[in-house]
């Protein structure tokens, strides 16, 4: 695997860098997220504790340029902190109603934020310590992969993406993530990535995940996007690559 230095050295534009440190510490398991490239894209990421049991963890893709959509990222992200913090942090919150209602916040504040339509495909998800259980929304975006005892699954979407109708159905489901469990969640720049006219593909990130079993977080997400720099022979990707991992510590 090509180091984090050497990354950095031979192609700066590309630099893969951790997420900030911000990242919750979670108990008996551990997420982690990391990007490739110039941050010129839609690409948003997040994740933060609302209670001491829950961590609200989410990949936003907002259609566009950074430069352009700043206004709407912004408004995304603070409508994910403090309405994800009020619903998710008293004890008997119901974490499907309290999903399902974040998400439609998020629809509602993005449309705002852009004056109309604007499409921003959306994966959100609640990790309960306690119960060891994902229950997630997601809104058009590239499925999550699940890796566990019993292989690999996708999380597909439950939902249109955000930004396009103000009344869309929407849907939150629940996982259960036994121990050893990962998650993996990727963006669009991940899966659409190209060499000579053939996609990187998600079953690329799963076949990383296969290999990748008592791999911490960061690790995994590192793995990921150097997977995807070879796949590409270091040509210059034509959008940013973020990817993130939620893994649940295995049983001793």
């Known amino acids: 695997m090509i180091s984090l230095l050497t990354f950095r ?6 630099a893969i860098e ?7 510490v979670l108990r008996e398991a551990e997420i982690a997220a990391a990007f490739a490239g110039q941050r010129t894209a839609g690409d948003f990421y997040d994740s933060f504790r609302v209670s001491p049991s829950r961590v609200l963890f989410g990949l936003l893709d907002v259609a566009g340029r950074r430069t352009q959509n700043q206004g709407i990222l912004a408004k995304a992200q603070k409508v994910f902190r403090e309405v994800g913090s009020q619903l998710l942090a008293p004890e008997e919150a119901n974490e499907t109603d309290a999903m399902t209602e974040l998400c439609l916040r998020m629809n509602r504040a993005i449309m705002e934020a852009a004056g109309g339509v604007h499409s921003s495909p959306a994966f959100a998800g609640c990790y309960n310590e306690d119960l060891g259980i994902v229950c997630y929304f997601n809104s ?18 439950t939902g249109l993406p955000l930004g396009l109708f103000a009344l869309a159905p929407v849907e939150a489901r629940l996982i259960v993530m036994e121990p050893g469990a990962v998650l993996a969640l990727v963006s669009r720049g991940v899966v659409e990535a190209e060499y000579k006219r053939e ?9 990383t995940l296969k290999n990748s079993q008592r791999t911490p977080a960061r690790e995994i997400c590192r793995s990921i996007l150097d997977d995807v720099q070879r796949f590409a022979c270091a040509q210059p990707l034509q959008d940013d690559i973020t990817a993130l991992a939620l893994v649940r510590a295995g049983t001793s």
């Open 9 to 14: 050295k031979k192609k700066p534009a590309l």
């Open 199 to 207: 996609e990187f593909g998600l079953a690329r990130v799963e076949a």
């Open 18 to 24: 951790p997420v900030p440190s911000a990242f919750p």
């Open 140 to 157: 058009g975006h590239t499925p999550a992969l699940v890796h566990d005892g019993g292989g690999v699954s996708e999380l597909g979407a």
